[in-house]
């Protein structure tokens, strides 16, 4: 049975592959010290035109929000997010278990407003309640959905006017970046975030997350909370190799568009056929809204995550395409989909 259930079900981009096998006899020093990984921080450095950035290599998105969240907050601070957001419902309280409180708004699209920043800043006016102190989104959001460049500025202005950090989780950025409706570049995310991580786990690597640290006030120690938080590999080369990989050409951009492609071939179905989604999604993740009986009958045929219960008659479910995911695949499930639906 098809799975399209997550862009992580396959193994690695065969680019990856071959470039683990053709540095497997090497020897490197360790936890991130060596030319693969200098290499890599030195091609994302050129990617996101910010000579200065620091970048840091870690193995998953939880690792990487936990680690980054807690180095850049002091005990009383709290993080702001959308109700929605990784960090807020699927990262097992990893942000509380340190100690940081989550501050959601409510949000169905999965992205967070100016509006949504200023009010829970209002509600929290003095040292009686937790303070917020960073702004988490990420880019593709939980839902599919992306950040306009000007929303983005928008946050980066509220963030100013609020001593705010704006911190953006890009476990799908390439998704995001790739996507037709998208205005927004490696190099604007670096001007407009303190922090934001390139997501190769969702994006045809074998997993790792490169964070870049752009603001100087948040970048001291930055290893020490890897090492704290278990992130930092003794074979750190890992995840330099399959970074030199993604950006050495146009791989990382390459993979992430073919995964659209994918998508957005499904999204035109779903549109011909007149179903809803949770929200627009221009990316690889779409959310059909479909009667409780097609979602049955489809899960006889594919295998997908069944995402939420929208009303007594209808389902929500996630279809999630990859760098990997074959034509032949998109087009038996249009096929089988239409059929279903006559
Ligand atoms: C936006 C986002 N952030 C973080 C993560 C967490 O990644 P991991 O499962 O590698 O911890 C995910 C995983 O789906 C995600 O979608």
């Given at each position: 049975?098809?799975?399209?259930?997550?862009?992580?079900?396959?193994?690695?981009?065969?680019?990856?592959?071959?470039?683990?096998?053709?540095?497997?006899?090497?020897?490197?020093?360790?936890?991130?010290?060596?030319?693969?990984?200098?290499?890599?921080?030195?091609?994302?450095?050129?990617?996101i035109?910010?000579?200065?950035?620091?970048?840091?290599?870690?193995?998953?998105g939880?690792?990487a929000n936990?680690?980054a969240i807690?180095?850049?907050?002091?005990?009383?601070?709290?993080?702001?997010a959308?109700?929605?957001g990784h960090i807020?419902?699927?990262?097992?309280?990893?942000?509380?278990?340190?100690?940081?409180?989550?501050?959601?708004?409510?949000?169905?699209?999965?992205k967070l407003?100016?509006?949504?920043?200023?009010?829970?800043?209002?509600?929290?006016?003095?040292?009686?309640?937790?303070?917020?102190?960073l702004v988490y989104i990420s880019d593709s959001t939980?839902?599919?959905?992306i950040y306009?460049?000007?929303e983005l500025?928008?946050l980066r202005?509220?963030c100013?006017?609020?001593?705010?950090w704006l911190y953006l989780d890009g476990a799908r950025l390439?998704?995001a970046l790739?996507?037709?409706?998208?205005?927004l570049?490696l190099?604007d995310l670096a001007k407009l975030t303190d922090a934001f991580y390139i997501g190769?786990?969702?994006?045809?690597?074998?997993?790792?997350e490169?964070m870049v640290i752009l603001n100087?006030?948040?970048?001291?120690?930055?290893?020490?909370?890897?090492?704290?938080?278990?992130?930092?590999?003794?074979?750190?080369?890992?995840?330099?190799?399959?970074?030199?990989?993604?950006?050495?050409?146009?791989?990382?951009?390459?993979?992430?568009?073919?995964?659209?492609?994918?998508?957005?071939?499904?999204?035109?179905?779903?549109?011909?056929?007149?179903?809803?989604?949770?929200?627009?999604?221009?990316?690889?993740?779409?959310?059909?809204?479909?009667?409780?009986?097609?979602?049955?009958?489809?899960?006889?045929?594919?295998?997908?995550?069944?995402?939420?219960?929208?009303?007594?008659?209808?389902?929500?479910?996630?279809?999630?395409?990859?760098?990997?995911?074959?034509?032949?695949?998109?087009?038996?499930?249009?096929?089988?989909?239409?059929?279903?639906?006559?």
């Amino acid at each position: 049975m098809y799975s399209f259930r997550n862009d992580y079900s396959e193994g690695c981009l065969p680019e990856i592959m071959e470039a683990m096998v053709k540095t497997n006899l090497e020897q490197t020093v360790g936890y991130g010290m060596d030319y693969h990984c200098e290499n890599a921080v030195a091609l994302i450095r050129k990617a996101i035109g910010r000579p200065d950035a620091d970048v840091h290599f870690l193995v998953g998105g939880t690792q990487a929000n936990r680690t980054a969240i807690t180095a850049f907050l002091r005990p009383h601070h709290a993080a702001i997010a959308a109700d929605t957001g990784h960090i807020a419902v699927h990262e097992t309280g990893a942000i509380e278990a340190s100690g940081h409180k989550v501050l959601t708004a409510i949000s169905p699209n999965g992205k967070l407003t100016t509006a949504d920043v200023e009010r829970i800043v209002e509600l929290h006016p003095d040292e009686h309640m937790v303070k917020p102190k960073l702004v988490y989104i990420s880019d593709s959001t939980e839902v599919g959905t992306i950040y306009t460049k000007k929303e983005l500025e928008a946050l980066r202005a509220v963030c100013d006017k609020l001593g705010l950090w704006l911190y953006l989780d890009g476990a799908r950025l390439g998704s995001a970046l790739t996507c037709k409706e998208n205005d927004l570049t490696l190099e604007d995310l670096a001007k407009l975030t303190d922090a934001f991580y390139i997501g190769a786990t969702k994006n045809g690597g074998i997993m790792g997350e490169a964070m870049v640290i752009l603001n100087p006030q948040l970048k001291e120690d930055f290893r020490y909370h890897i090492k704290q938080n278990g992130g930092l590999l003794a074979k750190g080369r890992m995840l330099g190799i399959q970074f030199e990989e993604l950006f050495t050409g146009d791989l990382f951009f390459k993979a992430a568009a073919h995964a659209n492609a994918m998508a957005q071939k499904l999204q035109g179905c779903f549109d011909r056929c007149g179903i809803p989604m949770v929200a627009p999604s221009p990316t690889n993740q779409l959310f059909p809204i479909l009667p409780n009986p097609l979602v049955e009958k489809l899960e006889k045929l594919y295998d997908f995550q069944v995402w939420a219960k929208e009303d007594d008659t209808h389902t929500s479910i996630r279809l999630v395409t990859s760098w990997a995911t074959p034509e032949e695949q998109v087009d038996a499930f249009i096929k089988d989909f239409e059929a279903l639906v006559k």
